[in-house]
């Protein structure tokens, strides 16, 4: 699995609408065939920094989402918005998706 991390600051007088922004940029990567999750969090401690976390079945899933229109459209207009320049992190992982963590689960009859 391709395992991605983006964070992106956007420029504050557009950040509140950063998310209006990107649905249809995101609404489309996850109908990729490739994707398995694609999903944004807004920072807690930093206004307008939003987090992207995204993973694809392999290389070749990946390779697709960054030739694919709704991609080339999304960074044609995303530097307009930006403040600064995303940060990434891009990793291979032997995994599929998302794991169960070990150490928390619900209590019975809580």
Known sequence: MIFIVVK???????????????????????QEPGNIFFEWSKSVDMPG????VEAFADAKAGEAHVNSDHFKTFVEWAPEVVAT????????????????????????GK
């Not at 956007?10 to 209006?20: A, D, F, Q």
């Not at 990434?88 to 019975?108: C, F, K, L, S």
């Open 85 to 108: 320049t995303p940060e990434i992190v891009h990793v291979e992982v032997p995994q599929d998706g998302w794991g169960r963590m070990g150490e928390i689960a619900p209590r019975e």
């Open 49 to 52: 920094q939003f987090v992207l």
């Open 8 to 30: 992106f600051t956007i420029r504050p007088e557009r950040s509140e609408e950063w998310l209006t922004l990107v649905d249809d940029f995101t609404q489309a990567t996850r």
